[in-house]
């Protein structure tokens, strides 16, 4: 099935003439990267077609070096002329910027110059518009079939996309590979007046084999709607936390965004310095895995064009790397980890979880506290560390949730939070590329009534 307007072979010529191009230029060094992407999107609310969107893209990126100066260009237009004026005009920026002891291309050691792993990553979803129309009403109806106490939606959506690229350098790295994504998405919502509850769920895989069924979706976040009904403050406390599954995926991002390179050179991070030391519970292993089959975060090179590999990115709460491109580790004086572009597939692990650790063994050791199903706001200051989000899920009294809860404001220090995971659930649940049970948190500060 052919879904893509260019041949890889056409993105292989493309890339050599650019790096060619730039060579003829006068740079000293050079990358580039052609893209193209395309897909179907179909939303629907109350049993209507709402809107149909199919989006097709390309792109070649080129950046040029003139010794420890950089330039970047870039176009949508394939052609010779413009193929020139785009490496032109890389060059030309490069020519009138500033040098950068830390600006480069990857050593060449650190390049994966051999063939890559077929990682699994591209299964096109040849879906029409009907069709995807009719899993979008398939997902809503189920959901609004579940209770009469769901009495509106903001809508159910399917989504279908893939894409493909090749990059190479003026150091010998040629590499790309085909990739798709595909979902389904509902947000039902119960009750009426101002007792209206929403909540929302969705399947997202990059085979749309394994995507849950529509009608499986629409229950669930149904399940999830009516449950909030009648949630209500609990009055100011501090109290343990229980971070769903889905929700402690969040504070494993936060993790990384504070060790990665841009926040540790610009000292913009709270871990600043914690390389080989204690950042998390002594029983917290946190394991990457650039090569798993259908992973989110698969890849076996960087955006750069780096090796991958696999690792213990957290081991028994010591903090073993950081997640570094080139130019960031230059600027700290360390080597590249292979993340330009971000990290790849993390799980967390408690060494202490057993396999029957599930949600209600987890509420259980909660015993009395907070079970937070969501967060809103953005109040997380990687800086210092401190951490005030708004929050809603339920209250547990005696391991057994007791009523839902609305409208209060969690609020520690993520130094001190990540220290007192005092245990993950064996309910480890995939959110995009990471994987993480649930989170119990020995006491945070709540703010409610």
Known sequence: MTVFAHSRAEFQDLVERTLHLAHEA??????????????????????????????RDKALGVSVYLG???????????SDAALRATVQAAYDIARFTAEDPAAGLPDADDLLLGDAPDLDLFHPWAIDAAAATELALRCEGAALATDRRITNSEGAAVSAQQSHFWSGNSRGFRGGYASSRHSISVAPIAGRGAGMQRDAWYSSMRDAADLASPEAVGRYAAERALSRLKARRVPTAEVP??????????????????????????????????LGQPVLASHIDIDEDPFTPKGKGSSAFDEEGVRTRARRFVEGGVLQGYFLSSYSARKLGLKTSGHAGGSHNLVMKSRATAPGDDLATMLKRLHRGLFVTELMGQGVNLVTGDYSRGASGYWV?????????????????????????????????TTGAKTVGSVLIARLKLAGS
């Open 26 to 55: 006068g740079a000293s060094d050079a990358s580039t990267e052609v893209s193209e992407g395309c897909g179907l999107s179909v939303s629907a609310r109350l049993g209507r077609l709402e809107n149909v969107e199919r989006n």
């Open 241 to 274: 936390v229980l971070f769903e599954n889905q929700i402690g995926a969040g504070l494993l991002g936060a993790l990384v965004q504070a060790s990665s390179g841009g926040a540790l050179y610009r000292k913009a991070s709270f871990l600043t310095d914690s």
């Open 397 to 429: 009294e005696n391991g057994e949730i007791a009523f839902p809860v609305e409208e209060v404001t969690i609020a520690g220090n993520l130094r001190q939070m990540l220290q007192d995971i005092v245990g993950i659930g064996a309910d480890a649940y």
């Open 68 to 78: 420890q100066r950089r330039g970047h260009a870039s176009t949508s237009d394939f």
